[in-house]
């Protein structure tokens, strides 16, 4: 049985197979073709969320469902968690009555509690120290724009030696980014602001010579293939916002920024995103942005990625 609680649960071999299983997975939703392998017998996702959702909470439920499969949602307030039931018991009972988890929370150390008691896959739909579910369809949305081999499929090497930039916060996304960067070969730029930087033992990656810090947004944007931001303030963070828009005045994603990056280079946001804070609108909203497929992708890609969980290469 595996979990998906960090990037680095998978390999190489095994991201490969999820991009491609996506790409059929999301043809056959574009040709409105039933593909049901949840149906018989009737597979079931629980999904607990400490922290909000649009979607996370959309992309799995519609994926399970078109799979043929049944979801259960749960929230801290509407179940015993609310009430200082352990996270090893909720997963001890949860996981005896469904086939999958997916959580959204707080801590990293509280998704691995419950995974140690869990009888089935876990999924992480996102902690304070990583989005792993995000990254894979951010990478599947560049291979589809950027990736395709002449004969119309995804060539997963199309990522090995490319740029990422990162602006802003060192946080969840950025943690994920990193991971991903050294399992599949690519260099990230990261410039954060003095006192949000990423810590790499926090993310579980080394220092190394495929990510490199810079002070200024504007140099880390410089001949990148893809440039991409984030929340200035992210979900659990909110006592700090004051000081974070002050610090991160200067991390914001502008025409000038985008226009160092190569001339082909897109634009992504895992979302939700606030228009003239890291991002100016004529970015998010322009040519380069390819943020709505992002977010299309989730579904596709975690669609693919609840089938090899639950029943491997198929
Ligand atoms: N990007 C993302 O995870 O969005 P939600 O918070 O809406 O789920
Ligand atoms: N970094 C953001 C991502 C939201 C999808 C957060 O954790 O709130």
């Known amino acids: 049985m595996k979990h998906y609680l960090q990037f680095k649960d998978l390999r190489a071999d095994e991201y490969a197979y999820l991009f491609e299983r996506a790409d059929f997975i999301k043809r056959k939703f574009k040709a409105v073709e039933k593909y049901q392998p949840f149906a ?84 992480n739909g996102l902690t304070n120290e990583f989005h792993p579910c995000q990254i894979l369809a951010d990478l599947f949305t560049w291979l589809e724009h950027r990736g395709r081999r002449s004969d119309g499929t995804l060539d997963p090497g199309a990522l090995r030696g490319i740029t990422v930039a990162w602006v802003g916060d060192g946080n969840n996304m950025a943690n994920t980014w990193l991971q991903a960067a050294q399992i599949l070969g690519f260099r990230v730029h990261i410039s954060t602001p003095r006192g949000y930087e990423v810590d790499p033992a926090v993310a579980g990656v080394p220092r190394g010579d495929f990510w490199q810090v810079f002070d200024d947004p504007m140099e880390a944007c410089r001949g990148a293939d893809l440039v991409t931001t984030d929340v200035w303030t992210s979900m659990g963070y909110e006592a700090e916002n004051e000081a974070r828009q002050k610090a991160f005045a200067a991390w914001r994603v502008t025409p000038a920024m985008m226009a160092q990056a190569k001339p082909e280079a897109l634009f992504m946001h895992c979302l939700p995103a606030h228009r003239g804070e890291e991002v100016d609108a004529e970015v998010i909203d322009g040519p380069q942005s390819v943020v709505w497929d992002e977010a299309e992708n989730r579904m596709h890609v975690q669609k693919a990625l609840m089938e090899y969980l639950l029943l491997g290469r198929l």
Request: glycine content about 6%.
């Open 40 to 123: 018989d017998p009737d597979r079931t996702l629980a999904m607990i969320f400490e922290k909000a959702s649009t979607r996370t909470r959309v992309s799995f439920e519609a994926g399970m469902y078109q799979m043929g499969g049944s979801v259960v949602h749960l929230t801290t307030g509407d179940s015993q968690l609310g009430r200082s039931e352990p996270i090893e018991d909720t997963a001890r009972v949860i996981s005896r009555m469904v086939d999958l988890v997916m959580i959204r929370t707080f801590e990293q150390s509280k998704i691995e509690r419950f995974a140690a008691h869990s009888r089935v896959p876990v999924i």
